[in-house]
């Protein structure tokens, strides 16, 4: 059966969904457009039912069983985060896909421009507190048992490495790798705790009851530095102030201990001349 609606679908996504509705039983899809790094579809079924669609290639497979485990942990917890419906592959084994539940809202990175600043920080509020909720959670699988500073010190060793390598330099740069090779104490007597990976505004939802849910999961490696985790805040754009003033005090229950910050610029400092050392290449 051919899907009876088609919104902002290629000829190439078309007929993906094409394949999966004999399997899957779609009857509308929309392209979620702002999925940079895999193919995200709104879709409904013949049974009425709302759905997340997410399509892979084979390439990241076990990757994709550990993410949907991972988010079966993390719904059984009670945290609103897009629950796993199924997953399986199809086109004879060389892509795969998987099932979640919808959330009927809005973007939240959307959403919060047209907000006053006393309804972004209660949405700042809700953001911390699941934030909050998300490290206090057991790790999902054996956690780390190297030292934090210990582990990202070679990402920071890495970072200035690979500038170094690079035949482009600039003073901004030169300033950020002597930055992080001064200030590498930072690191020093972090816990570990089970993060989010990649936690910002874009990776969550306003729910139509006024809660806010997390609709993906960072890559990679999801025990580390809880503080870490707040690095998103200036990804891409950086949040409404009154924003992030509630998602900070709620997740510390108060005012953040002087060390927060200085390890929140060392983390973001990090990621710019790591992103820099990439994009220069």
């Not at 190297?146 to 070679?154: A, D, L, V």
């Not at 992080?180 to 729910?207: A, E, I, S, Y």
């Not at 890559?219 to 900070?248: A, K, M, V």
Request: aromatic share 12%.
């Amino acid at each position: 059966m051919k899907p009876a609606k088609f919104n902002n679908l290629s000829p190439e996504d078309a007929d993906v969904i094409f394949e999966l509705s004999k399997i899957l039983g779609i009857t509308v899809a929309e392209r979620i457009a702002k999925a940079l790094t895999d193919r995200k579809f709104y879709v409904e079924t013949t049974q009425g039912e709302k759905r997340l669609l997410v399509i892979h290639t084979m390439e990241h497979y076990d990757w994709l069983e550990g993410d949907f485990r991972m988010c079966e942990y993390i719904a059984a917890s009670g945290i609103n985060v897009m629950r796993p419906v199924g997953m399986g592959t199809f086109r004879a084994g060389t892509m795969a896909y998987q099932l979640y539940t919808w959330y009927d809202g809005k973007d939240l990175e959307a959403a919060l421009p047209r907000m006053s600043p006393a309804e972004q920080f209660s949405a700042g509020k809700k953001t911390g507190e699941l934030l909050r909720k998300l490290h206090a959670l057991l790790p999902f699988e054996e956690g780390e048992t190297e030292p934090w500073g210990i582990r990202f010190r070679r990402r920071v060793q890495n970072a200035i490495q690979a500038y170094g390598d690079n035949p482009v330099k600039s003073q901004g740069a030169d300033w950020l790798a002597r930055y992080l090779q001064d200030n590498q104490n930072l690191l020093d007597n972090r816990p570990q705790t089970f993060t989010h990976g990649d936690f910002k505004v874009g990776n969550l939802m306003l729910c139509e009851d006024g809660q806010i849910g997390v609709i993906d999961l960072g890559w990679g490696n999801n025990y580390n530095d809880p503080w870490w985790d707040f690095r998103g805040i200036t990804f891409p754009n950086s949040p409404p102030g009154h924003f992030l003033s509630g998602q900070i005090k709620e997740y510390f229950q108060g005012e953040p201990p002087p060390a927060f910050f200085r390890l929140l610029s060392y983390y973001i400092a990090f990621g710019a001349l790591e992103s820099l050392s990439k994009n220069r290449r």
